[in-house]
């Protein structure tokens, strides 16, 4: 069971921190290309989410992002478009920066970046650790499990490990969850922080959608898809070290046409490295 996603074959072999290669223009704009290859109905919310963020990496002064909030507003097509990029405050520790990514004039995206020193003092503390998790080794990957069943193209640009995967044919309900470990490929990290950091937005935006099927097995497909409103990022470690990720993504609450979504990435030491939460507008899938 899997949703539908565009595309019939991987076009392109290259990594995700060449996908996410920017054209700069000036100080504050850069040319990027909304690929289909990088795309799910539309170009995907975790795609566009990583060029505005290594778009904000290139604008700022400082080494690390802090937090991130994106606004959706309109669907874009596959093609050319901008980055527009705005300093809303400059200070010694953080900076706040503005991103909008446009295309054929029109505001596709707009988010603000937190960006910070690399180290600074401050209370230190961590509840958030998971214990036990599994190593790479000792889970089945999705092509061992499912050998009949290629995964769909955007799928295919990280190896996964499913832990609480999607729901098989005949499956009961179970909690709207799923859990796993990821590793991009063909190149697991990326050089460039921001990017790096990146790689956890878009499994949280692609799987967070995917994460009530557990609770609805008998929809395949779903009679609704369920754009992103908005997505709000903490980045609480570097991502830098950790070549596999833990997802926890957990869509808790559907009700009143709104969906919510929210989720963990963890390192295989059960770090918190990345967490995120999001509201999606439930739409009659068309056609259905």
């Given at each position: 069971?899997k949703p539908?996603?565009?595309?019939?074959m991987?076009?392109r072999?290259?990594d995700f921190?060449?996908?996410?290669?920017?054209?700069?223009?000036?100080?504050?704009?850069?040319?990027?290309d909304?690929?289909?290859?990088w795309?799910?109905?539309?170009?995907?919310?975790?795609?566009?989410?990583a060029?505005a963020?290594?778009?904000?990496?290139?604008?700022?002064?400082?080494?690390?992002p802090?937090?991130m909030?994106?606004?959706?507003?309109r669907m874009g097509?596959?093609g050319?478009?901008?980055?527009?990029?705005?300093?809303?405050?400059?200070g010694?520790?953080s900076?706040?920066?503005r991103?909008?990514l446009?295309?054929?004039?029109?505001?596709?995206?707009?988010?603000?970046?937190?960006?910070v020193q690399d180290e600074?003092?401050g209370?230190?503390?961590?509840?958030?650790?998971?214990?036990n998790?599994?190593?790479?080794?000792?889970?089945?990957?999705?092509?061992?499990l499912?050998?009949?069943?290629?995964?769909p193209?955007?799928?295919q640009?990280f190896?996964?490990?499913?832990?609480?995967?999607?729901?098989?044919?005949g499956?009961?309900?179970r909690?709207?969850?799923?859990?796993?470990?990821?590793k991009?490929?063909p190149?697991?990290?990326?050089?460039?922080?921001?990017v790096?950091?990146?790689r956890?937005?878009?499994?949280?935006?692609?799987?967070?959608w995917?994460?009530?099927?557990?609770?609805?097995?008998e929809d395949?497909?779903s009679p609704?898809?369920a754009?992103?409103?908005?997505?709000?990022y903490?980045?609480?470690?570097?991502?830098?070290?950790?070549?596999?990720?833990?997802?926890r993504?957990?869509?808790?609450?559907?009700?009143?046409g709104?969906?919510?979504?929210?989720?963990e990435i963890?390192?295989?030491?059960?770090?918190?490295?990345?967490?995120?939460?999001?509201?999606?507008?439930?739409?009659?899938?068309?056609?259905?």
């Amino acid at each position: 069971m899997k949703p539908k996603i565009r595309g019939d074959m991987m076009e392109r072999v290259d990594d995700f921190e060449e996908a996410t290669r920017l054209e700069r223009l000036d100080d504050k704009r850069w040319a990027v290309d909304l690929r289909e290859d990088w795309g799910l109905w539309s170009p995907a919310g975790g795609f566009i989410s990583a060029l505005a963020l290594r778009g904000a990496g290139e604008a700022t002064r400082l080494p690390r992002p802090a937090s991130m909030t994106c606004h959706f507003l309109r669907m874009g097509k596959y093609g050319p478009a901008e980055l527009h990029a705005e300093i809303l405050k400059s200070g010694r520790r953080s900076e706040l920066i503005r991103m909008e990514l446009l295309q054929e004039g029109n505001v596709l995206l707009m988010c603000h970046v937190w960006a910070v020193q690399d180290e600074a003092p401050g209370l230190m503390h961590d509840a958030s650790r998971l214990e036990n998790l599994p190593t790479p080794e000792s889970l089945k990957s999705y092509e061992e499990l499912h050998p009949d069943r290629p995964a769909p193209p955007f799928l295919q640009r990280f190896e996964e490990r499913p832990i609480k995967g999607m729901p098989e044919a005949g499956d009961g309900a179970r909690d709207p969850e799923l859990t796993g470990l990821y590793k991009f490929r063909p190149r697991a990290r990326a050089e460039n922080t921001f990017v790096d950091t990146a790689r956890a937005m878009v499994l949280l935006d692609t799987y967070g959608w995917m994460a009530q099927y557990p609770t609805h097995p008998e929809d395949d497909p779903s009679p609704w898809i369920a754009p992103n409103m908005d997505y709000h990022y903490r980045f609480h470690r570097p991502t830098t070290e950790a070549e596999w990720l833990h997802m926890r993504i957990r869509a808790g609450i559907a009700e009143g046409g709104l969906m919510s979504t929210d989720g963990e990435i963890h390192d295989l030491e059960g770090r918190l490295l990345v967490s995120g939460t999001s509201q999606l507008m439930c739409l009659p899938r068309p056609g259905v």
